[in-house]
């Protein structure tokens, strides 16, 4: 069963407008989440993070909103650029104070930004 | 700051023979997680070292294994490869101590393929 889910296989935007991508999860046990970006032929990288105590992080063009009583998150990038272009993955932690990095993932959204 | 360095980077093998993967954190990160990548799943978490000591573990049948050496560089093994093995095996570090901020530097991984 998965407890981390991203239901867009994919998302088209054009340059400049603002990209939303979403993640819904079941464990409410987890209280700490995290979005990572891929390029192809790279490892995943750390984009931005949020803890359940708060319902939104900004980082830039970069902001993730938390809704736990929806058990849903989302990746709002704003403007969005063609460098932006990847996969997206959503992943979530049991808890921030427990030792181990055993992160759950998403299946990934992968997001065109066209110019 | 050298990043994870994964080897080797692509790798052919047949049912029913085993697999060492190699993976060097980055320097100072004593924890080492592994992850498997496949189009179908996503990302899943196979195990995280940390110390010398597997901390946690995946869902994954014992012909998953791995361990981590005293400089924090850890191998992974997998036995008796079936093809549905077949996938990018990702190496990720971190600098978490007890504290699980899931915020992982991955590498760009190994492609295993099972023939």
């Known amino acids: 069963d998965q407890q981390v889910k991203q239901n867009s296989p994919s998302l088209s935007v054009q340059e400049g407008r603002i990209s939303i991508l979403n993640c819904d999860y079941t464990?409410?046990?987890?209280?700490?989440f995290l979005w990572y970006k891929k390029y192809p032929a790279e490892g995943p990288t750390f984009l931005i993070s949020i803890s359940s105590i708060k319902d939104k992080n900004e980082d830039g063009r970069f902001t993730v909103f938390l809704n736990k009583s929806a058990k849903h998150l989302s990746l709002h990038i704003v403007p969005s650029q063609p460098g932006d272009s990847a996969v997206y993955f959503c992943?979530?932690?049991?808890?921030?104070?427990?030792?181990?990095?055993?992160?759950?993932f998403g299946k990934g959204t992968t997001l065109s930004v066209s110019s | 700051k050298a990043g994870v360095t994964q080897t080797p980077r692509y790798l052919i093998k047949t049912r029913g023979q085993q697999v060492t993967l190699s993976c060097s954190p980055i320097?100072?990160?004593?924890?080492v997680s592994w992850y498997q990548q496949t189009p179908g799943q996503g990302l899943q978490f196979l195990f995280e070292?940390?110390?010398?000591?597997?901390?946690n573990k995946g869902n994954f049948p014992g012909r998953f294994s791995g361990r981590q050496f005293s400089n924090s560089r850890s191998e992974m093994n997998v036995s008796t490869l079936e093809l549905g093995d077949s996938a990018l095996y990702l190496c990720?570090?971190?600098?978490?101590?007890?504290?699980?901020?899931?915020?992982?530097?991955f590498g760009e991984g190994s492609r295993l393929t099972v023939l």
């Open positions: 464990n409410s046990m987890f209280d700490y």
């Open positions: 320097s100072g990160h004593r924890s």
């Open positions: 992943a979530a932690s049991p808890s921030a104070n427990q030792a181990g990095t055993a992160l759950i």
């Open positions: 990720a570090s971190s600098s978490a101590g007890g504290m699980n901020t899931g915020e992982l530097f």
């Open positions: 070292y940390f110390s010398e000591t597997q901390r």
